[in-house]
C-alpha cells in the first residue's frame, strides 16, 4: 500500500473517529429529540444524527465505519449543523473529509477580542489594524491613525482597505508605488472573496468599485489571485514626508477573517522619528465623538465638548 493510500485510510478512520465522538458527546434534549427508554448509546444514537442531517441511516453509518466514501460539502455541512459543531470543530470536520470548507458569514458584526485590542494598543511605534473578512477596518492603534488618518471619521464601505485602495484619492496619492501594490492587492482580495462568493456586502462593495475606478474595472475580470504577502511599502505622506515601513500580516485565530496587519518602521530610513512626529502632532487634533459616544454622553447628561468650552470661557 503506498503513502497516498495510507494518508487517505488514515483520515477516514480519523473523520469516523470525530463524527463518533460528536455523536456522543450530544445528549437527545439539546437537539429537541425525547430520551426515550432503555437508551444504551451515550449521547445520540446514529439514525438520529441522520435524521437531523436529512440523509441515510446506512450512509452515515459507512461514514463512522470508515468506509471509502466522499461526503459532499453541503452534507458535511449539515452534518457539522446536526452535531451542533462550532466554527473550528467545523474546519477539522471539512479538513477530515478532504473538502475546502466554504465559509459561512456569522450573523451580527465582527468582534475584535479584547487581547488582541490591547496588542494593538502595545504597538507604539508600528502602524497596525485588524481586518476583517470582506477587509473592514474594525480597529486600529494611534501609529495608523496619525500615518493613514483617522479611521474612525469614514463609515461603512469607505473604511475598507480595498475602498481606500481605489476609490480615496487621499489614500492612493500617498501610496508611492500604487500601481504595482494596488494589482497585486486586488489579487489578494479576490483570494480572499472566493469562499464567501454571492454574499450581499461583498458583491456590492464589488460593484460600487466597479464603477468609480477604471483600474479596478480592468483588473478584476483577469482573475488574478495572489496569497497574502509581506514586503515594503512607501508612503508619501503631505506632512511627514516619505517613509519606508515592513508590512506584514497574520490571521487572528480566534475568528474567522480577521487579519492584524503591522507595518514596521525601516530601521535604515528616517521613519521612526517621521512617525513620532507625526503622533504628536495627532495628539493635539481632538478626537470626533461617535454617534453612539454621543448619544451616550447626553443620556448621561454629560455635557458635550462644545459645552465644556463654553464653560471654560465664561470662567475667565
Same mark, same amino acid.
Given at each position: 500500500?503506498?503513502?497516498?493510500?495510507?494518508?487517505?485510510?488514515?483520515?477516514?478512520?480519523?473523520?469516523?473517529?470525530?463524527?463518533?465522538?460528536?455523536?456522543?458527546? &450530544?445528549?437527545?434534549?439539546?437537539?429537541? &429529540?425525547?430520551?426515550?427508554?432503555?437508551?444504551?448509546?451515550?449521547?445520540?444514537?446514529?439514525?438520529?444524527?441522520?435524521?437531523?442531517?436529512?440523509?441515510?441511516?446506512?450512509?452515515?453509518?459507512?461514514?463512522?465505519?470508515?468506509?471509502?466514501?466522499?461526503?459532499?460539502?453541503?452534507?458535511?455541512?449539515?452534518?457539522?449543523?446536526?452535531?451542533?459543531?462550532?466554527?473550528?470543530?467545523?474546519?477539522?470536520?471539512?479538513?477530515?473529509?478532504?473538502?475546502?470548507?466554504?465559509?459561512?458569514?456569522?450573523?451580527?458584526?465582527?468582534?475584535?477580542?479584547?487581547?488582541?485590542?490591547?496588542?494593538?494598543?502595545?504597538?507604539?511605534?508600528?502602524?497596525?489594524?485588524?481586518?476583517?473578512?470582506?477587509?473592514?477596518?474594525?480597529?486600529?492603534?494611534?501609529?495608523?491613525?496619525?500615518?493613514?488618518?483617522?479611521?474612525?471619521? &469614514?463609515?461603512?464601505?469607505?473604511?475598507?482597505?480595498?475602498?481606500?485602495?481605489?476609490?480615496?484619492?487621499?489614500?492612493?496619492?500617498?501610496?508611492?508605488?500604487?500601481?504595482?501594490?494596488?494589482?497585486?492587492?486586488?489579487?489578494?482580495?479576490?483570494?480572499?472573496?472566493?469562499?464567501?462568493?454571492?454574499?450581499?456586502?461583498?458583491?456590492? &462593495?464589488?460593484?460600487?468599485?466597479?464603477?468609480?475606478?477604471?483600474?479596478?474595472?480592468?483588473?478584476?475580470?483577469?482573475?488574478?489571485?495572489?496569497?497574502?504577502?509581506?514586503?515594503?511599502?512607501?508612503?508619501?505622506?503631505?506632512?511627514?514626508?516619505?517613509?519606508?515601513?515592513?508590512?506584514?500580516?497574520?490571521?487572528?485565530?480566534?475568528?474567522?477573517?480577521?487579519?492584524?496587519?503591522?507595518?514596521?518602521?525601516?530601521?535604515?530610513?528616517?521613519?521612526?522619528?517621521?512617525?513620532?512626529?507625526?503622533?504628536?502632532?495627532?495628539?493635539?487634533?481632538?478626537?470626533?465623538?461617535?454617534?453612539?459616544?454621543?448619544?451616550?454622553?447626553?443620556?448621561?447628561?454629560?455635557?458635550?465638548?462644545?459645552?465644556?468650552?463654553?464653560?471654560?470661557?465664561?470662567?475667565?
Amino acid at each position: 500500500m503506498d503513502g497516498v493510500s495510507d494518508s487517505h485510510n488514515e483520515r477516514r478512520r480519523a473523520l469516523a473517529a470525530f463524527l463518533r465522538s460528536r455523536r456522543e458527546r &450530544l445528549a437527545p434534549a439539546e437537539v429537541g &429529540l425525547p430520551n426515550g427508554f432503555r437508551r444504551r448509546t451515550s449521547g445520540l444514537r446514529r439514525e438520529e444524527v441522520a435524521q437531523l442531517a436529512g440523509i441515510g441511516v446506512t450512509w452515515y453509518t459507512w461514514l463512522e465505519q470508515g468506509r471509502r466514501v466522499s461526503p459532499s460539502a453541503e452534507v458535511l455541512d449539515a452534518l457539522a449543523t446536526a452535531l451542533r459543531l462550532d466554527a473550528a470543530e467545523r474546519r477539522h470536520l471539512f479538513v477530515l473529509a478532504d473538502r475546502p470548507p466554504a465559509l459561512k458569514r456569522e450573523a451580527g458584526p465582527e468582534v475584535v477580542d479584547a487581547p488582541i485590542r490591547r496588542l494593538l494598543a502595545s504597538l507604539t511605534r508600528q502602524p497596525a489594524y485588524v481586518t476583517g473578512r470582506r477587509w473592514d477596518i474594525l480597529v486600529w492603534n494611534r501609529a495608523a491613525a496619525a500615518v493613514f488618518g483617522d479611521y474612525a471619521r &469614514l463609515e461603512g464601505d469607505a473604511r475598507n482597505i480595498m475602498h481606500l485602495m481605489f476609490a480615496n484619492p487621499a489614500h492612493r496619492a500617498m501610496l508611492a508605488d500604487w500601481p504595482s501594490l494596488a494589482a497585486v492587492t486586488l489579487a489578494m482580495f479576490r483570494a480572499d472573496y472566493a469562499p464567501y462568493r454571492g454574499d450581499p456586502d461583498f458583491e456590492r &462593495l464589488i460593484a460600487n468599485l466597479r464603477a468609480v475606478s477604471a483600474e479596478f474595472r480592468e483588473w478584476w475580470p483577469r482573475q488574478e489571485i495572489a496569497g497574502h504577502l509581506s514586503g515594503h511599502k512607501r508612503v508619501d505622506h503631505p506632512v511627514g514626508g516619505q517613509m519606508l515601513f515592513e508590512y506584514t500580516s497574520f490571521a487572528v485565530s480566534t475568528a474567522e477573517g480577521l487579519r492584524l496587519a503591522v507595518y514596521t518602521p525601516v530601521a535604515e530610513s528616517d521613519t521612526e522619528r517621521r512617525l513620532a512626529g507625526l503622533m504628536r502632532q495627532a495628539d493635539r487634533i481632538p478626537r470626533p465623538q461617535s454617534k453612539a459616544v454621543r448619544a451616550a454622553r447626553k443620556i448621561a447628561g454629560a455635557p458635550s465638548a462644545s459645552a465644556k468650552a463654553a464653560a471654560k470661557r465664561r470662567a475667565r
